[in-house]
C-alpha cells in the first residue's frame, strides 16, 4: 500500500511542475552534447542551467516543506528516493551522450 504522503503528492501539480522542469533540462543537455559523466563533472556552465537548478531546487522545497507542515514526517531520503523514481523514466526517455562533452584544452599550459 503507497504511503500517504506519495498519494498527498499524486494528486498535485507540483509534481509533474517538477518533472516537466528536469525533463527540460536533461533535454538542454542533450541539445549542447553532454554525458553523465559531463554531469558529474561539468565542463562548463550557463545562466540557462542554473534557470533550471534553480527551478527544481525551489519546487523541490516547497513541496517537502508542504507535507511537513500537513504533518507528514517524511525523512529526506525517502522523498528523494521517490522523485528518483521520476527522474530515472525521464533518465530513460533522454538519454545523453556517450562521447560527452569535448574539452578544449588548448590554454591548458600542462597539455
Not at 534553480?54 to 528523494?80: C, S, T, W, Y
Not at 562521447?99 to 590554454?107: M, P, W
Amino acid at each position: 500500500m503507497k504511503p500517504m504522503w506519495k498519494k498527498y503528492l499524486n494528486s498535485l501539480d507540483t509534481i509533474e511542475n517538477l518533472m516537466r522542469v528536469y525533463l527540460e533540462m536533461r533535454r538542454h543537455f542533450q541539445e549542447i552534447g553532454w554525458s553523465e559523466k559531463d554531469l558529474d563533472s561539468p565542463p562548463y556552465f550557463e545562466s540557462k542551467m542554473y534557470s533550471y537548478l534553480d527551478k527544481f531546487q525551489n519546487i523541490r522545497r516547497a513541496m517537502l516543506q508542504d507535507l511537513h507542515e500537513r504533518g507528514f514526517d517524511v525523512p529526506v531520503e525517502d522523498f528523494n528516493s521517490y522523485l528518483r523514481e521520476f527522474m530515472t523514466k525521464i533518465n530513460e526517455l533522454t538519454p545523453l551522450s556517450n562521447v560527452g562533452y569535448k574539452r578544449d584544452y588548448s590554454g591548458d599550459e600542462d597539455n
